[in-house]
């Protein structure tokens, strides 16, 4: 496999796979099929992130994964990305009822080449490092994912088990106005050397100000500060041209399939 989709393989699973290591969650590796579960019953909290059946009936698998999502009641997401086997998975997703909900593009950047741009006027950067931080984050992640009131509390919680110092990553949140307006993640569970960019968004109502293209930069330099010598994603279909324009190389393309709709659609 080419070394840029590996590591961004590589970047996905380990980052993802926290929401199953939370101490309310489980990471399940059965039969070559990678599922995080957690109680939160909502998109994004539940999936599968990697497969690779070869030893066994690929039909029979999904389906037992399928029905293992189903008697715990919750949607679940399914990533379908290059090293998946078999190469027809999707085919199999879809006799579960399983649609795709996102067309992705893994993408990375070699920072040893990458220049740092000018900030935009009038936002700050500021790293999430205390509890206030922490709720202005988890705050702009309820927005995101338009969560329901039920699941805000689990979601805090989730995020407070794995604050500052407890995961291998870095929050920055970007105000304007003193208000919390964007977000994002610098996760360092891929390979050494390579970090990725994780989690961001920008409240719609910030959009156009250079926020996200802001996040990108404060990220890249803080992995170059790190030591880190690439830096690598994967993006949404919205936010592919933001990462193209700071540099980002398009790698490979994924797809996620899911039960539902992963947003309401009020806000995307």
């Not at 900030?119 to 922490?134: I, T």
């Not at 929050?171 to 989690?199: E, H, I, M, N, Q």
């Not at 990220?219 to 980002?248: N, T, W």
Request: charged content about 20%.
């Amino acid at each position: 496999m080419d070394e840029h989709v590996r590591e961004i393989e590589a970047a996905l699973v380990g980052h993802w796979s926290h929401l199953g290591r939370w101490s309310s969650g489980a990471l399940v590796d059965e039969v070559g099929v990678l599922r995080y579960e957690t109680p939160i019953p909502q998109l994004p909290y539940n999936g599968v992130l990697r497969t690779n059946i070869s030893a066994a009936d690929p039909s029979v698998v999904v389906n037992d994964v399928a029905e293992s999502f189903q008697r715990r009641g919750v949607p679940y997401l399914w990533w379908q990305h290059p090293s998946c086997t078999p190469r027809d998975l999707g085919t199999y997703l879809e006799a579960q009822g399983l649609v795709v909900v996102e067309h992705v593009t893994g993408m990375s950047i070699d920072l040893a080449a990458w220049v740092m741009p000018e900030l935009p006027d009038g936002v700050r950067f500021v790293e999430v490092l205390d509890e206030r931080g922490m709720e202005d984050y988890a705050d702009l992640i309820v927005r995101y994912w338009e969560l329901p009131s039920e699941s805000q509390t689990m979601v805090a919680g989730l995020n407070r088990f794995w604050g500052p110092g407890r995961i291998p990553a870095h929050r920055w949140v970007a105000y304007l106005d003193a208000r919390p307006v964007g977000k994002a993640l610098l996760s360092l569970t891929a390979p050494a050397g390579v970090a990725a960019v994780y989690g961001m968004s920008v409240t719609p109502d910030a959009r156009g100000q250079g926020i996200a293209g802001g996040l990108t930069t404060v990220l890249l330099a803080h992995a170059r500060r790190l030591g880190c010598r690439k830096v690598v994603l994967h993006s949404s279909e919205m936010a592919v041209e933001v990462y193209r324009r700071a540099g980002f190389i398009d790698r490979c393309a994924m797809s996620v399939f899911a039960t539902g709709p992963i947003w309401s659609g009020s806000n995307h």
